[in-house]
């Protein structure tokens, strides 16, 4: 792959945010909507990103909140925005390999939720992550993740 699959542009109605799209809409991606991410640092070595999208009916179950699915999508994508925004890494040359998840709350729909996510660990072929979802300072969900890097990863990040 020659060029980076992932669109990030300055979002004109939240500064200091970044749009955060995909080339190629066919794919799953397309389906969560709007993302916004960017990059955080409250203290010293307290480096996360922030990644929000704002749920649609699309994305509910028939209790009429998010389904489990859908967040779990979220949460996956949002590894991947978090490691181009952190690492500026051809995060597309990647692949989740472990994604555990606990569930804390429900998601109301149309209500923005945000991911904050910790790269804990980078070795030669593994991101470690960790992170939570929240929607109006609400915990939503708690995760850890394992991300590996692919062969076209290491070739074009050396």
């Known amino acids: 792959m020659d060029e980076q699959p992932f669109i990030f542009t300055p979002d004109s109605d939240h500064p ?57 999508g979220f949460i996956d994508v949002a590894l991947f925005g978090a490691l181009h925004i952190l690492h500026d890494s051809w995060a597309a040359y990647a692949v989740t390999v472990d994604l555990q998840t606990q569930f804390t709350g429900a998601v109301k729909i149309n209500h923005t939720i945000e991911a904050k996510i910790y790269i804990t660990k980078e070795t030669r072929s593994l991101y470690f992550m960790r992170g939570t979802v929240t929607q109006n300072d609400e915990s939503i969900a708690a995760f850890t993740a394992l991300v590996k890097k692919l062969p076209q990863y290491k070739k074009q990040s050396s």
Do not use: C, Y
Request: avoid cysteine; hydrophobic fraction near 35%.
């Open 16 to 72: 200091e945010w970044l749009n955060w799209s995909i080339k190629d809409t066919s794919g799953f991606n397309a389906s969560l909507g709007k993302l916004l991410v960017r990059k955080n640092s409250n203290f010293e070595n307290d480096e996360h990103a922030l990644v929000r999208m704002t749920p649609q009916q699309r994305h509910s179950n028939f209790g009429g909140v998010m389904h489990g699915g859908a967040m779990l």
